[in-house]
């Protein structure tokens, strides 16, 4: 017997852009994100830009973290080598939970259209207070690969085996149950 097809669950997603040059009227790659988050279904809970300044985006994403209505946080820049580039270091002290899988499957992705020239990118992801968060490189082209590659499906209920929607309600589980 089949089972009932599972609903599409739209998701709240909030996009920071960071930057020291642009603007909403210029942010191609926030702009990206925008435009496939909102096609999938899904919701477009805030976008902002913040400069290439570590306590300005770990402030950002710590706050958005911690509003019920956003359930995932999406970065684009500061993730590659130059002295500005610092999105990796402001987020990953912030990470419960590292997903290392993010950054390796985005680098599978990304070499297949680039080549070695995936590894100027420190992409990374992880879970900061029950809330995904994922850091991608400032470029339209990596957006793009990201989201139609790795989060597209993943932030899809409909998506099987599994999916990052159908984990959501226990992200926080070791909260609740007092531990760490």
């Not at 902002?48 to 946080?73: G, L």
Request: glycine share 8%; aromatic share 6%.
């Amino acid at each position: 017997m089949a089972s009932e097809p599972r609903p599409f669950i739209p998701v709240r997603i909030a996009v920071l852009t960071v930057s020291d040059t642009r603007t909403l009227a210029d942010d191609r790659s926030g702009q990206t994100l925008a435009d496939r988050i909102t096609e999938a279904g899904h919701v477009l809970a805030l976008r902002h830009i913040v400069t290439d300044d570590k306590d300005k985006i770990r402030q950002c994403v710590a706050a958005w973290s911690r509003d019920p209505d956003i359930d995932v946080i999406i970065t684009t820049g500061g993730t590659g080598f130059t002295g500005r580039d610092v999105t990796p270091e402001a987020l990953e002290p912030l990470f419960e939970k590292r997903m290392d899988g993010f950054s390796e499957v985005f680098h599978r992705i990304s070499y297949d259209k680039i080549g070695t020239s995936t590894i100027q990118s420190r992409a990374t992801g992880g879970v900061v207070n029950a809330t995904f968060v994922f850091a991608l490189p400032g470029s339209p082209g990596a957006c793009r690969d990201a989201w139609d590659g790795i989060l597209k499906p993943q932030l899809d209920y409909r998506h099987m085996p599994c999916n990052f929607v159908e984990i959501m309600p226990r992200l926080d589980e070791h909260l609740r149950r007092g531990g760490k």
